[in-house]
């Protein structure tokens, strides 16, 4: 039977880093994809350039050449495989694991199902979720949220052209997708139940979304609540009042969070409110030892403070930890 040092669950930029900093370091190592490379990123937007400058995106030290000041969804994706291929990196794609097991003689049982619905059993001495939350959306929970023409993901505007589309949400990928449609021709309502947009939206989108709404070229209801999504309308609620909004497709963009309950069938507890895991800071380890988190697996609820620029470095720092506890075994 073969145990493994480390298996990394996600090969977005924080467990690439984390298979990177294992190669480095020697040891037996796994990175196993439930999806494509970089799975979160693929899913963005079409069209979407990074908030960040193309450096703090780089991993491996490998540089991310942009001849833009902000690189795009279309440049991240190449720039990702040039790592994997560079580093010669192993990773499973198609198998989402479904289950992480405390064994009797200290090590994990990583089950996973693959695409195709085969299951298998992995075993490792220690296990790095590096998992995002990108595939969680957070849903309102109201009648019709589940209906065919309303989706959590915005991807690209052509397909809209001419058609009444509800947005709902405040922060980033509301404003983006809300501008963006409209520029291709789409009649866009933006729906949000604060009294303001989110401050954290990006400062070239921010003013630009803000003087559409000011102008009428996108219907702005804030203070606003979907109650009902039926077929062909949105029905919301302001100051009291019901109101019918006409709508051919709708997204609800109300951001993800991470796969809480695949944690808690590891063992990992969680904080009852944010659904931040348990973990210490210094070295991302959680509650159960030799079960670490990086990147976006760590923030819970609250997904607005970590970035691939902070995620990155998390990989190098649990690999560390496990190289050298390795290092004090291998000594004894």
């Not at 669950?9 to 990175?31: E, F, H, N, Q, T």
């Not at 090590?107 to 075993?123: L, N």
């Not at 915005?154 to 809209?160: C, D, I, K, N, R």
Request: net charge neutral.
């Amino acid at each position: 039977m073969q145990i493994r040092d480390v298996t990394i669950v996600g090969a977005g930029p924080a467990g690439l880093a984390a298979g990177i900093a294992a190669k480095r370091a020697g040891l037996d190592y796994s990175i196993i994809e439930k999806g494509v490379l970089v799975n979160s990123i693929f899913g963005f937007p079409v069209n979407m350039v990074f908030f960040t400058t193309p450096e703090l995106l780089e991993i491996g030290g490998l540089p991310l050449v942009s001849p833009f000041e902000k690189p795009t969804r279309i440049e991240a994706l190449r720039y990702y495989r040039r790592v994997v291929d560079t580093y010669d990196l192993k990773i499973e794609f198609g198998e989402q694991v479904v289950n992480v097991q405390s064994e009797s003689n200290g090590t994990f049982a990583v089950e996973t199902r693959s695409e195709k619905g085969v299951r298998r059993i992995r075993h490792s001495r220690n296990v790095i979720f590096a998992i995002g939350y990108f595939d969680h959306p957070n849903y309102i929970g109201v009648p019709g949220e589940d209906l065919p023409h309303v989706s959590h993901y915005y991807s690209e505007p052509h397909g809209f052209y001419r058609k009444q589309v509800v947005i709902v949400g405040g922060g980033n990928s509301a404003a983006e997708a809300a501008l963006e449609l409209y520029r291709s021709g789409a009649h866009v309502t933006l729906v949000h139940r604060q009294p303001q947009l989110k401050a954290s939206i990006k400062y070239w989108v921010k003013p630009d979304i803000e003087n559409r709404i000011k102008e009428g070229s996108v219907h702005g209801l804030f203070n606003t609540h979907v109650v009902e999504i039926q077929p062909s309308q949105v029905v919301v609620e302001r100051d009291g009042s019901k109101e019918e909004i006409p709508a051919d497709a709708v997204f609800l963009l109300t951001g993800y969070h991470p796969d809480c309950d695949l944690y808690r069938r590891a063992g990992i507890r969680l904080h009852r409110e944010t659904m931040v895991p348990e973990f210490d800071p210094e070295t991302f380890e959680t509650n159960v030892p030799g079960i670490f988190l990086a990147g976006g697996a760590i923030c819970g609820r609250d997904t607005s403070n970590i970035f691939i620029e902070n995620g990155r470095f998390h990989g190098e720092r649990i690999i560390s930890v496990i190289a050298e506890r390795r290092g004090k075994h291998a000594h004894a």
